[in-house]
């Protein structure tokens, strides 16, 4: 089994954004926390309270942000940011094209960094 955790502010806040990028909830255990699920993936949202937000040996918090992130392939990257902006969503970029496709850095609510992710036609 392998997993990614984003810790997130608000469990309630952060699952109307992964459901708008194609998650299912898989399953919650409380306020706290939530397992999404999209194409074999699933992700784990941990909020205030549960054993991965708790202090460290350092003194540190673990919290939200940074800059490794998920990427989501979309298959229109323009739909897909106009519904997300419609939420009120955050974008750290503007859409750019590369060698592979396009792509965008949006925020989930807590400021986790989301890369949405279209691909040249013809490449998967």
Known sequence: MAAVRY??????AALPFYRAL???????????????KRKGLSLWLSGP??????KLKSGAL????GWNRLVVEVKDIAATVAAL??????FRSNPI???????????DPSGNPIELFEPRPGET
């Open 7 to 12: 810790l997130v502010d608000d469990v309630d």
């Open 22 to 36: 194609g998650f299912r909830l898989a399953d919650r255990w409380g306020p706290p926390f939530a397992i999404v």
């Open 49 to 54: 309270g549960t054993s991965a937000r708790k």
């Open 62 to 65: 673990p919290e939200p942000g």
């Open 85 to 90: 902006e419609a939420q009120g969503a955050r």
């Open 97 to 107: 094209s590369g060698p592979g496709g396009k792509q965008v850095l949006v925020e």
